[in-house]
């Protein structure tokens, strides 16, 4: 075996070292034979190790080593780039991928940290505009919006919020003012305390999955709670928000997080948030009792069709709330599906079975025992248990449906429903089929049956 060959070899153990991320090793490959060559292909990839272990200090004099045989090598200069990200640099490593690129076109990592660096410079832009917006909105809603808020909207409404616009507080901010049809009324209702609630609580997550119903629409929110969802539809461009709920607490702080399903301190009351915010109104009563006679561009149910225990009704009771534009859009949680039982557990990683309630509802057995819990049972007090061909004929009963979308459960969950199981449902309610056992939830855009057209 040749002295090349063996060096490949050592070379390639490195390299596979360091992938499986054991860095002793790798050391103990490189380093004997980077002291022997410094210019060699040892020395390279002993740099990627300090880079590895956060050793950026160590990395400068051994790409110098490397590099001086090879000025226009691009993996020196690519990794030269990564060090200065790693170090807060962004210049030196926009400048290190700029020459990467320049000899190598075909680097996507080169231009991942270019594209990085421009996301980066946009959001410190951002952010000094959403500072002025911070500082000044309070006062503002007592003697008025200042030339400086107005310039620093302007050019928050000029920039493209980030793609996890939901998730994200500062570009949740820049979405709302993006969005927003005019900008001098969302200064007027700009809170950046509730847009960071919002995000936060994932509040934003269902006006922008049905945006394209929102923004520039006005918004009633059927079912809202305590209205947690207000915020979210103006993020998502909507001209105004109304909240209906006759359960809303409106002088209550306590909030349902829905990124961690557990209660939690909004730090705000309903009632504040309507008293504050002229684009958002409440209202704790059904559709028939609203004290206001008008009518919505977009009616929104969020999960709520499963808790209504006259369906029928509240569906008829949303026709006055429509004009010949309007859409009803809501998404029905399935009772007959793995989840259905709005318990834990929700998912099947989530199953403890020395959880009593988890034994007696997993794998659709909430199903089988349903029929017998007591008449104060949540399953008979809280969700209807209406079936997917019955909630579709409700619906078609007054409106004309545009979308119906019967989204399935994961397949983790579906691989769970085993033909034993799918007999036992059975024997409970005979007339079952896989579809309804296998759908989690329904997605729907209907309109008013008096639309043209």
């Known amino acids: 075996m040749t002295d090349q060959t063996n060096i490949a070899e050592q070379i390639e153990a490195a390299k596979a070292a360091l992938t499986r991320k054991d860095f002793p090793e790798a050391r103990r490959i490189l380093t004997p034979m980077a002291e022997e060559k410094p210019t060699g292909t040892a020395t390279f990839f ?112 000029q920039m493209v919020p980030g793609p996890n616009w939901a998730d994200d507080t500062l570009q949740a901010k820049i979405a709302y003012f993006h969005f927003a049809t005019d900008l001098e009324q969302a200064l007027l209702n700009y809170d950046p305390h509730l847009i960071d609630v919002s995000t936060r609580f994932d509040y934003i997550t269902w006006p922008k999955r049905i945006q394209e119903h929102v923004q520039g629409k006005s918004v009633i929110d059927v079912g809202c709670a305590f209205g947690g969802y207000g915020m979210g539809f103006l993020v998502a461009g909507a001209t105004s928000y109304a909240g209906l709920d006759p359960l809303m607490k409106l002088d209550s702080t306590r909030a349902k997080n829905k990124r961690v399903r557990k209660w939690d301190d909004m730090g705000v009351t309903p009632r504040e948030i309507e008293d504050t915010l002229p684009a958002i109104r409440l209202f704790e009563c059904i559709a028939e009792e609203m004290p206001v006679k008008e009518t919505f561009d977009t009616i929104a149910l969020h999960n709520v069709t499963e808790h209504l225990i006259q369906l029928d009704l509240v569906f008829e009771g949303l026709v006055p709330l429509c004009h010949a534009g309007s859409h009803v859009i809501y998404l029905h949680h399935n009772f007959y599906c793995w989840n259905g039982h709005h318990f834990a557990p929700n998912q099947p990683h989530q199953i403890n079975l020395d959880e009593p309630r988890q034994r007696q509802v997993y794998d659709w057995q909430h199903i089988d025992i349903a029929p017998d819990v007591p008449e104060d049972h949540y399953f008979k007090t809280k969700l209807n248990r209406v079936r997917l061909d019955e909630i579709k004929a409700i619906t078609e009963k007054h409106f004309d449906i545009v979308t119906w979308k019967e989204i399935p459960s994961s397949k983790a969950t579906l691989a769970r429903l085993t033909p034993e199981i799918f007999e036992r449902v059975q024997k409970t309610v005979p007339d079952i089929t896989r579809r309804e056992l296998e759908t989690n939830v329904v997605f729907c855009i209907a309109k008013p049956k008096f639309a043209a057209g």
């Open 46 to 157: 002993l740099a990627r190790l300090e880079m590895e272990e956060g050793n950026y200090d160590a990395m400068p004099p051994l790409l110098d080593s490397f590099q001086a045989p090879r000025p226009n090598h691009a993996g020196v200069r690519l990794l030269r780039a990564r060090m200065h990200q790693a170090k807060g640099e962004m210049d030196a490593a926009r400048a290190e991928a700029e020459a990467a690129l320049d000899i190598n076109p075909d680097l996507p990592a080169a231009q991942r940290i270019l594209d990085q660096g421009e996301a980066q410079d946009a959001a410190q832009k951002a952010q000094r505009h959403v500072s002025v917006l911070d500082k000044g909105y309070l006062d503002a809603r007592d003697s008025g919006v200042t030339e400086a808020m107005r310039r620093a909207a302007q050019a928050l409404s």
